[in-house]
Structure formats: structure tokens, C-alpha cells
């Protein structure tokens, strides 16, 4: 009686480790699979959805590209943490999700520096690039929402006479640009 046990007994432990010994190939095969399936991560380059019109023609066609090699170095604006005085709504100008209004500046304004952009989103923060058509980005960078409010004060240098403002928010899992507004603009 005794042998018989003692045989069920290791019969029992030889399934049980067969079986562990089973999950274990499993999960490393499917962390394989996983990885060998993992898209490649780039370091120095990153994408854009936008199809609108940059001074860098590049940059418009939605693709990868590197940053810019450029004398140039853009300055963010200063955050007003969403402090800014009210323009006619006639003038705003909103994303089609609607998660976020540009108030300032109205397109096809003249900017100078120190101008004000400001605005409402529903996102917790806003992004932005300023871009002129001879030097290209002249100033970009985030703005706090505060209250449902954005603003900040525009610091830059133009040498070209017309130019674009995009302001949009990122996807937080992805990095991409969405909720983006395009306001033409003069300098």
C-alpha cells in the first residue's frame, strides 16, 4: 500500500511541474512574440498627423522628420496661468472637438512680440508653435490651463511677413498632436 502511494505521490509532482514547466515556455514564448512584434522606437525624429502648411514644407505632410537644424532657437511664451482679458467671440477661434478656443490672437492678425495668446480648453494643458515663413518656428511650447483658461505672452523674432499659429493638446498615449487649430497670421 504503502509503494502505491508513494508512486501516486510522484506521479501527482511529476504533473504538477510538467504543467508549470508548460506555463513557463508559454509565457516566454508569447513575451517573444511580443517583442519581435513591437514596433521600432525612434529617438531623434517624431511625427505629426497635421496637414497644414509649415515654413518648413517638410513638415506638412503628416511623415517623420527631425528636428531642425537651425541658428534659430525658439523661445516659449510666458505662461500667464489663463490670465488674459476677454475679445469678442465673433474673433475666437475653436478645434472641431470643441476641447479648445483660441481667443487670442483673431486670424489673420499682425503679431509682434508680446503679444497674448489665450484662450479655453477642456484639456488640462495646451501646446503651441508660432512659425514665420522665412525663419520657420519662432516660438512654441505648453501653456498651463487653469480654471478652463489658457494665456501666455508671445516672445519672438520674425523676419518673415506672414506665418501660422497651431495650438492643439497631445495624446497622452501616443504623443500625437490632436484638438489642433491653425490661425493664419501676419507679422
Known sequence: MKIKQKYQHK????IIA?????IALAAIGYFIYLKSTAPAVKDTSSTTPSTAKTAQSTYSDGGTHSQAES??????????????TDTPSSTWTTSKSGLITVKQ???????????????SSQTSSVSYTLADN??????QGTLSVVNG???????????????????????????AEIN??????GF
Do not use: E, H, M, R
Open 11 to 14: 506521479k501527482a509532482l511529476i
Open 18 to 22: 510538467s504543467v508549470i514547466a508548460i
Open 71 to 84: 541658428n534659430n532657437s525658439p523661445t516659449p511664451a510666458i505662461d500667464q496661468k489663463g490670465q488674459a
Open 105 to 119: 490672437p483673431a486670424a489673420n492678425s499682425t503679431l509682434k512680440s508680446g503679444a497674448t495668446l489665450s484662450g
Open 134 to 139: 522665412v525663419t520657420g518656428i519662432l516660438s
Open 149 to 175: 483658461n489658457f494665456s501666455g505672452t508671445l516672445v519672438f523674432s520674425a523676419k518673415g511677413t506672414t506665418g501660422q499659429l497651431n495650438v492643439f493638446s497631445l495624446n497622452p498615449t501616443t504623443g
Open 180 to 185: 489642433t487649430i491653425t490661425i493664419p497670421v
